[in-house]
């Protein structure tokens, strides 16, 4: 069910029911990601204009499309200059990301320890993606933060989920690594 109609959206529709009609969660994500790349840098999509405006209060969430037949969603995000993430996880969903629009900084975290209703991470490294660049996340390797560095550009990217994020876990640090989980519930911003 497509959120509006934009140039290119039959073709990216067209090339994620593809995507997803792989077989295994990692096939399925390798698949997404190498058409997400494909997508981005031929310019074969023109993400409607409301995704290149930013809340200044938060990071945009706009669902642009969700699949009957397959379940999956495409939300378009948009970060304000230092918007970001706190660590947080796909509530046991796997999910492609791909930059669209200028540059996001990502941190990938390990679960090293739980001791309910803490949590204790280690980084395992963050990386500058620019446009073009996707990657993929699949439980229980879901842990992450999510960030625009810059101090005057917005960022857009674009997550295909396997069904529809409603909610996730986010933590909040607590120090020595540990940090308490909390439940966060995930609004759609007006897509117009």
Known sequence: MLALDFPG???LVDA???AVDQGSAAEITDALRKTLCR??????VELPACVFEACSDHYARRELYRSERHGYSVVAMTWGPGQGTPIHDHSGMWCVEGVWHGQLEITQYELIERAEPRFRFQSVGAIQAGAGSAGSLIPPHEYHAIRNPSDDAIA???HIYSGAMTCCSVFRPLGDRWYERGERSL???QVH
């Open 39 to 44: 997508l981005i840098r031929n310019r074969e």
């Open 156 to 158: 857009v990217s674009l």
């Open 16 to 18: 994620l029911d593809a």
């Open 187 to 189: 609004a759609l911003d």
């Open 9 to 11: 959206c039959r073709t």
